[in-house]
């Protein structure tokens, strides 16, 4: 079923997307890859452009898609780094209770996650990473949906 | 219905055969309203929630029994997560005719049907009226399939070979048709122009190549009317005038293209320098204006510089910013004495203030020493009659003679005689020497 509409969505996503979003790359029907930006002026990330991954299973829109930031050399023509967040892991993985099982919802697009990270961004204050960073990004080698994260920071 | 019904409901429902509405083409656009939220196609069997909002059935079942725990009688919302208990199915028709009429492309596109339907009629056009549906060959012998429209009265089987007149190739009956009028590689067709008889194939060579084709002059460009055959062209434009300037022309057009860009060029640059120039006025303007406030000198300078750089705009802007640096310099320095002038005036003003300062406090301490004296001149007489009264208390029998002379002793000085003189003349009650003494 996935598939069947997931084009569908593809093509009218190109239509309008909202500002400080551009769909990159889109080539197969299970990853996509978006560029977002930060659009007022928070120190943090201001002129900066974030690559996001998506991958979405068979069962999209029903399921959610594993998202995460990927990093790409500040050497290449586009560097994209990964934003410094409490809740974004520094190998991209991002800690956020709507793209989990329990904080999704099929009416969710990739759209409305790409400007919930917009915001999570904006309302940012703090310039760290999450607690127990180190160890996370050298031992997870679990895979994003495998990951049980603990919401406790109702906040952001 | 509640959501145990609804989920069983499901289970029951047989999609066999029925035409996959959400892999339609759709061809006319749509409201984003009459879109499902979860698969983003026009709402296919709508359903309603106790919050208003509505989902394909389909989409909305596979939701619950991914959110919905088996133990909880509810589940929320997949729009708004309003905890809900109960599906309605019944949603106003207009939203269900309103999907239905969307127009889509016919799923057997592929098979070559062109036909657009409203989505309501999509499933009995599949069925019934559309000519590409493929249905089992009549002739039960054979395996294959046929187009429906392929199907002739007699329903006898077209899948059998036949031979080509002119290609000698074998073409299955059904497809001769189309064979024979388009596809054969030995069709033949005529050259509307010359006439003669070409492969149909090369025929779209043979037009650009056929002597007999009317073409235009090659310059016809420049405006030579000619339409002649292709066999004659060349003799027409040996003679041709039009194309012998041909050339000519060329290299005008490329000069006047050269040309204009260099004029564009030049009006950007023009319009740069324009800027500069304005702004160097501007500037001059009000560095005129603030020097004019400043007495006579700086302003009959600024005067001249500026009569200079209105006509040093056609010469160089540099010696009139030298001139205006120079200008200001001067102003400076009439700045800096002005300065010193009011430096020495102040410091003048200061000393005199100074000076009548400490002539008053002078004045102020003598006044301070006489009021000093007199009140010790009044005070002496007292303390003297204190000390008589206190020693004739205490001695009683010691004349007030004694204590008179300790007194003079104990207060010399001038105020002393008067003192003396003026104690007397102020009697005092006994009940008062102990308040002054305690006074004092």
């Not at chain 2, 989902?55 to 729009?79: G, N, Q, Y």
């Not at chain 2, 592929?110 to 002739?139: A, F, M, T, W």
């Amino acid at each position: 079923m996935a598939m069947a509409f997931a084009g569908k969505r593809l093509s009218k996503m190109n239509e309008h997307l909202p500002p400080g979003i551009t769909l990159v790359k889109s080539d197969t029907l299970e990853e996509w890859q978006m560029d977002i930006k930060v659009l007022d002026d928070n120190p943090l990330y201001k002129d900066q452009t974030y690559r996001l991954k998506f991958t979405f299973s068979d069962k999209y829109p029903i399921e959610p898609p594993e998202v995460q930031f990927i990093e790409l050399p500040t050497t290449s023509d586009t560097p994209r780094p990964i934003p410094i967040h409490p809740h974004i892991y520094s190998n991209g993985i991002i800690c956020l209770d709507l793209l989990g099982r329990s904080g999704w919802s099929p009416v969710q697009t990739v759209e409305s996650v790409c400007m919930s990270l917009q915001s999570m961004l904006t309302a940012n204050t703090k310039d760290e990473r999450p607690p127990g960073n180190n160890d996370f990004v050298a031992y997870n080698r679990r895979r994003i949906r495998d990951i049980n994260f603990v919401y406790e920071d109702d906040n952001v | 219905m509640d959501i145990q019904d609804f989920l069983a409901l499901g289970a029951e429902s047989n999609t066999e055969g029925q035409v996959d509405l959400r892999a339609l083409d759709h061809v006319s656009s749509y409201d984003s309203h009459l879109m499902c939220p979860i698969c983003h196609c026009p709402f296919i069997k709508p359903v309603r929630l106790q919050c208003d909002h509505v989902f394909c059935e389909k989409c909305l079942r596979s939701a619950i029994t991914t959110f919905h725990s088996a133990d909880s009688d509810h589940f929320p919302c997949p729009s708004c997560r309003t905890p809900t208990r109960h599906v309605s199915m019944s949603v106003p028709r207009l939203l269900t005719n309103m999907c239905d009429e969307i127009q889509v492309r016919c799923p057997l596109a592929e098979n070559g049907c062109q036909e657009l339907v409203p989505r309501g009629h999509i499933q009995s056009h599949v069925e019934k009226y559309c000519g590409y549906q493929l249905v089992p060959c009549p002739d039960e012998s054979c395996d294959k399939k046929t187009r429906k429209k392929d199907l002739q009265a007699e329903k006898r089987c077209r899948h059998s070979y036949c031979r080509c007149s002119r290609c000698e190739e074998d073409v299955m009956e059904q497809d001769y048709e189309e064979h024979d009028l388009e596809l054969c590689p030995n069709l033949r067709a005529t050259c509307v122009d010359c006439g003669t008889m070409v492969v149909q194939r090369t025929l779209k060579n043979h037009i650009e190549a056929c002597p007999e084709v009317v073409s235009p002059c090659a310059g016809s460009k420049y405006g030579c009317q000619a339409r002649i055959r292709r066999a004659e062209i060349s003799t027409h434009e040996q003679q041709c005038p039009l194309v012998a300037i041909g050339p000519y022309f060329e290299a005008q057009n490329t000069r006047i293209n050269s040309l204009e860009l260099n004029m564009q060029h030049l009006q950007q640059r023009n319009e740069v320098f324009e800027d500069g120039l304005a702004n160097i006025r501007s500037t001059l303007v009000e560095s005129s204006r603030i020097s004019s406030r400043h007495g006579s000198g700086p302003t009959a300078d600024t005067d001249e510089s500026a009569d200079r750089a209105s006509n040093a705009s056609s010469s160089n802007a540099t010696t009139y910013l030298l001139s205006l640096h120079e200008s200001l310099r001067e102003e400076v320095n009439q700045i800096t004495y002005a300065l010193t002038d009011l430096d020495a005036r102040a410091s003048m003003s200061i000393m005199n203030e100074c000076l009548r300062i400490k002539e008053d406090m002078a004045h102020t301490n003598a006044a301070v020493n006489t009021v000093r004296m007199q009140v010790q001149w009044l005070m002496n007489p007292r303390l003297h009659n204190d000390t008589r009264t206190a020693s004739l208390r205490a001695n009683g029998a010691n004349s007030g003679a004694e204590a008179r002379q300790l007194m003079a002793a104990s207060a010399p000085g001038p105020s002393n005689a008067a003192g003396a003189s003026l104690g007397p003349l102020r009697p005092r009650r006994p009940s008062d020497g102990g308040r002054e003494g305690t006074k004092l």
